[in-house]
């Protein structure tokens, strides 16, 4: 199982750089393009897509890795056990929070369906709006083996 999930990490980052690097690529061809007056009018709508899928992939990737911003004024001032209570109740409404954007988000990528993105035809909105229980599934995933490794004792080093 920890092999899967290694595998799945690892393919989630190949996945988010490829991603950012095709969103950049077309938004620089299409301001290119649009220069010598051949614009490439989707460009724009796909990188828009993508950016959806970046985002929730980079967040997960950043939160499985610690990267993520936080304010630790008040928490440091904490002792250990402290601390520890403040990341468990950050966990648990994280839980129930990737929770609800799982089932919320599956919702809104079935209604849907049949609504075309940006007016591309053949191009589901749903593809778009899969982002968010997918993405809140990896984030979930990521929640649940911090909340393991704290009651393991190891500290997550937020």
Known sequence: MKKL????CNAEVLIARSFL???VVLIFGAGIARLIAHPINWAIDVATCLFAWACFLCADIAFRKNKLMSVEVVTNLLPEKG???CRMINYLILLVFLSYLIISGTWLSYVSRARAFQ???????????MSLP???A????TTVLKIRAELKGATSGN
Do not use: D
Not at 138 to 141: A, G
């Open 138 to 141: 990896l984030l979930l995933i």
């Open 5 to 8: 999930y290694e595998c799945i």
């Open 21 to 23: 690097v095709i969103m």
């Open 134 to 136: 997918i993405g809140s």
């Open 119 to 129: 007016g591309i035809p053949e191009f589901s909105f749903s593809w778009v709006t």
């Open 83 to 85: 601390r520890k209570a």
